[in-house]
């Protein structure tokens, strides 16, 4: 079984460059400034593993981490 993968996106480094959203709109959503935050709980639906690691790969201000749980 594989492990279940969460993001999140840390308010504190997001610039808003929106890549995450961009590359992976059903993972992450802008606030009203731009700002990006994880969908919901963040947990990554089956079958979209791949973009949670390409939005991270993605962030210019690397404010993204996948969790493994």
């Known amino acids: ?5 969460k993001v999140h996106v840390d308010p ?4 808003g460059h ?6 992976a709109p059903e993972l992450f959503d ?5 700002n ?3 969908h ?3 947990v990554v639906p089956a079958g979209l593993e791949d973009k949670a690691w390409l ?3 993605n962030c210019p ?9």
């Open 30 to 34: 802008l606030d009203e400034y731009g």
């Open 61 to 69: 201000e690397i404010a993204i981490d996948v969790i493994e749980e």
């Open 1 to 5: 079984m594989s492990a279940k993968l």
């Open 12 to 15: 504190d480094k997001c610039q």
């Open 40 to 42: 919901g709980d963040g």
């Open 36 to 38: 990006a935050h994880e």
């Open 18 to 23: 929106a890549r995450c959203k961009a590359l």
């Open 55 to 57: 939005a991270k790969a």
